[in-house]
């Protein structure tokens, strides 16, 4: 029987070191994550708005696109996606449809915040929180859900109380998580690496997540070998493939509108595209219900070509116009 989402997630947990895991915004970019060897992929809120409805992570995008966004992910690989559940869509009762929706999906796990509606990027000015008995009854909400649901889906619980409060009160929030089950703990825009070695020392039996938001984000851009001896478990690289697509698409519109197209290193070949979206594994398994006719076309195409060939080569070929 095939290993489950969820157990191979929670085997790569309880394996040694740490373990990187870029985000991903569509099945095109989970596809090229899993081809580079990664064990596991985040799904990005912020990405996946910008990508689907080109608008910011201001809790814009609804819980059905996140969703549907997701479903297509997860069909598309075989490694274990983690969802961005935001802050659940509200209040603990939202957390249980959310959390029976990921587990329906095929989600590995899922993160949960304890930001107020609307929410928004962690690291962006104006955050807000729900109290404390609030966020804590989400955590359990989500609990209940997997419980019910005869799953093993992982709850990572966020808070972003670290920029909307304090940082003592996001230990304390992430403690009080760790108390009511959450398999791994969260604290949103860390501001150093103190901090983030402070937040790995409580609850020493409960893996940490480091979200490391690239390009100008608040907490620290540690290497594996830092995140390991601070005691991080998983690590997230939220924005790297959306920024880098970014660029490049600029570059190439650049290019394009100055008569060019973007230079040859830039950009993999036609066969090489063909290979990643898949049209060579789609050609090998179609061969497997070839029929007759199938295979009389294919021998007309060959003489076609072949005809073709000695036309343009033959100048006893005569071209009538």
Known sequence: MAESPAKALRRILDSPGVHLGPACFNALSAKLVERAGFDYCFTSGFSISAARLGLPDVGLISFGEMMDQGR????????????????????????????????????????LEDQVSPKACGHTRGRKVVPRDEAVMRIKAAIDARKESGSDIVI?????????????????????FADVGADVL?????????????????APSVPKMANLLEGGGKTPILSPTELKDVGFKIAAYPLSLMAVSIRAMQNALTAIKGGQIPSHGSIPTFEEIKEIVGFNSYYEEETRYATNTDQVSSQNEVKNKSFNLRFFEDPNFLVLF
């Open 72 to 111: 297509q992910i997860i069909q598309a690989v075989s490694i274990p996606i983690i969802a961005d559940g935001d802050n659940g869509y509200g209040n603990a009762m939202n957390v249980k449809r959310t959390i029976r929706e990921a587990i329906r999906a095929g989600y590995a796990g899922i993160f």
């Open 156 to 176: 990572i619980a966020r808070t972003d109380s670290r920029q909307a409060v304090s940082f003592d009160e996001s230990l304390w929030r992430s403690q009080a």
């Open 186 to 202: 969260l604290i949103d825009a860390l501001a150093s690496r103190e901090e983030m070695k402070a937040f790995c020392e409580i």
